[in-house]
């Protein structure tokens, strides 16, 4: 049911829009109207006359202590035709806003006496199913206890993900079959929200977005584990005590597959396995420890080929590769940044580490390697070594290797066409810990550090 705009919001739009005359010659005119509300839309109605170009744009209530100004909103607005322009008004729908959340609304406008702007204040409507919002946008977000949820459907970067028809699981850690999972039920994307129900169970899951073809938009890790902690290394980053996946931080033995691991700047984990995989077996325990979606013909795979950054997007279960050191085509270092992007994997309020905030563990030692249980303890949190997926055959080297992505690349030395992954690397076999170069290809785990 629709919502009213509240008459002395009304009542301030028309002072305001009365305040913008500037004398009784000029013949311009724009006043906001009829301000109503539905679902997770609004709809405004403008009266305007004498007007060159005209633009709105929609901004939540103290989200800055700034408002933007009248150009700011004719250059990054959504602008209004001029076939509307031409009529005494008009009637304007914008959507995709968040539930219960307070807006303002302001209407730019160029004239011959120059730029105006008007402005209305409103409250989005109560969102229809209520669920526990999660923090985001992000690319991963952890329930930890049962429940119905709900994340926006949005990049990292707050842009809306377009064109979703529907979404559903792709795959979960292994549960009651090959083909049937007990960790999410009720999955369903409505006002740009997706929703789902936790079972409560500890694992890892992956819903995907599809647009009407049955392509894959965009998908989300569903990281099902207890509240991480926070570890603080002697340089002064603030860890998890956790890899990405692991739904315990308890020492374990190196060969436990709850650990996911990362192609350098892809956002979608790939599993890892309980044992070591022959060649021709490549993603065989992935398979056998997974419950896949039988609906979609997705599954755990290795391309010996290169990928985009759409195709990887869209193929969240293939690790590909490439030459040159890399698993795209063409280089591409951004990816992954010291500023959160939309490919990190990290849960909100947290990313991938920078190399200076993983050089606190040059200090390890061989000595300090547990090869019993297969890791070492380092500011109170456990590093498991739990290996890799290699670059070439996308096989799993389970070689008690501690293994972590940085978000930093580095461009070779001798070779401008080489991009490096930086990355942590320690084991038994060594003498100390480094960052060292890796090729981007290869998949490793993440162990995200918190956004300062």
Not at 150 to 162: D, N
Not at 399 to 409: H, I, L, Y
Request: glycine residues 6%; charged residues 20%.
């Amino acid at each position: 049911m629709k919502a009213k705009y509240l008459s002395i919001m009304c009542l301030a739009s028309a002072l305001l829009a009365a305040s913008c005359t500037k004398d009784e010659s000029d013949q311009a005119k724009l006043v906001i109207s009829e301000v109503s509300v539905e679902a997770n839309s609004v709809t405004f109605t403008l009266s305007h006359e004498g007007l060159g170009s005209c633009a709105y744009l929609l901004t939540p209530a103290g989200s800055s202590s700034t408002l933007s100004d009248a150009e700011t909103v004719l250059k990054e607005g959504t602008a209004i035709d001029a076939a509307s322009l031409a009529e005494p008004s008009s009637t304007h729908t914008a959507v995709g806003l968040e539930f219960k959340t307070d807006y303002v609304l302001s209407v730019a406008a160029s004239s011959a006496s120059g730029n105006r702007i008007v402005r209305a204040y409103f409250t989005s409507a109560e969102d229809p199913h209520p669920s526990t919002y999660l923090d985001g946008p992000a690319n991963c977000y952890i329930v930890s206890k049962a429940g119905t949820y709900s994340f926006p459907a949005k990049k990292v970067s707050g842009e809306q993900i377009e064109g979703i028809a529907k979404v559903d699981w792709l795959w979960t850690t292994k549960s009651t079959s090959a083909t049937e999972q007990a960790y999410l039920s009720d999955i369903t994307y409505e006002y740009g929200r997706v929703r789902f129900t936790a079972s409560g169970k500890k694992g890892n899951a992956l819903i995907a977005a599809f647009d009407e073809d049955g392509k894959i938009v965009w998908s989300w890790h569903i990281w099902m584990t207890d509240t991480p902690k926070t570890v603080t290394h002697p340089g002064g980053a603030v860890f998890m005590d956790r890899s990405l996946g692991q739904w315990s931080a308890e020492k374990y033995d190196g060969d436990d597959p709850t650990v996911l691991y990362y192609q350098w700047g892809r956002k979608d984990p790939i599993f890892a396995g309980a044992r070591p995989e022959p060649s021709k077996y490549i993603f065989y325990y992935a398979k056998s420890g997974t419950s896949i979606n039988p609906d979609y013909t997705y599954t755990w795979a290795f391309e010996d080929k290169p990928a985009s950054v759409e195709m990887a997007t869209a193929e969240p279960m293939h690790m590909f590769h490439a030459e040159r050191h890399d698993w795209t085509a063409a280089a591409n270092d951004a990816l992954w940044a010291e500023t959160k992007t939309d490919y990190d994997p990290c849960p909100a309020g947290y990313r991938v580490p920078s190399e200076a905030e993983l050089s606190d563990l040059k200090s390890v030692k061989a000595s300090a390697f547990d090869d019993w249980d297969g890791g070492f303890e380092f500011s109170g949190a456990w590093w498991p070594g739990v290996g890799d997926r290699n670059c070439v055959s996308g096989a799993l080297e389970l070689n008690q290797c501690v293994f972590s992505w940085s978000c930093n690349a580095r461009v070779s030395d001798n070779d401008s066409s080489l991009h490096y992954g930086r990355r942590l690397c320690a084991s038994v076999d060594q003498l100390y810990a480094d960052i060292i170069d890796g090729n981007k290809g290869f998949a490793h785990p993440v162990r995200c550090v918190k956004e300062k």
